[in-house]
């Protein structure tokens, strides 16, 4: 091989890179001293930094907004909670009746705690979206018990407990701006 070929070979492989690593996503750091001091505010650090930093909304985010971007992430699990529980619905009869009071209770969060949290939030009253989260909150402990109190196992443990800490998460973040 001669040097020509050579250098040709190296600058279609880095040309092949740069393409690579143009498409590869990456996460937006915005205003990290924000985002940082924000979560470090709330019961979960780790949760808060992961959603604020891994959505492209942060990089020009206020309080306000990072607010929103956790209540949307609750939103996002709560309708995940919603397919998973049609899910299972099908093929555990004997879940029903706990089924359907958890999926009538997440339909609530996304249909009402969570637009009513929005609304809250835009038109500048916290309280009110900091009640949507506490809602939310309280919704995803009673589908818990909704199946402990009929002497059943949950399919549904990780997902309540997710979905209860990201609502405590908004509901701090939400805190602040009071």
Do not use: W
């Not at 690579?20 to 001091?37: A, C, N, R, V």
């Not at 879940?95 to 637009?115: F, H, K, N, W």
């Not at 909150?137 to 997710?162: H, I, M, W, Y």
């Amino acid at each position: 091989m001669n040097h020509t070929t050579n250098t040709s070979s190296i600058n279609m492989k880095l040309l092949l890179l740069l393409i690579l690593l143009s498409l590869t996503p990456t996460p937006i750091f915005g205003d990290k001293t924000l985002i940082e001091t924000t979560c470090r505010a709330t019961p979960s650090y780790n949760l808060c930094m992961s959603t604020l930093l891994t959505n492209p909304k942060s990089s020009t985010a206020d309080l306000t907004d990072l607010g929103l971007i956790m209540v949307g992430a609750t939103k996002a699990k709560a309708t995940r909670a919603i397919q998973q529980i049609k899910s299972i619905y099908r093929s555990h009869p004997e879940l029903r009746r706990s089924l359907t009071e958890c999926g009538q209770m997440y339909i609530a969060v996304v249909r009402a705690d969570v637009p009513s949290a929005v609304q809250a939030l835009d038109g500048g009253q916290p309280k009110f979206a900091e009640d949507g989260m506490a809602d939310t909150a309280v919704e995803a402990q009673a589908c818990e018990r909704s199946f402990t109190e009929r002497g059943e196992k949950s399919p549904l443990t990780k997902v309540n407990r997710d979905i209860e800490s990201v609502a405590n998460v908004a509901r701090a973040i939400i805190r602040m701006l009071l």
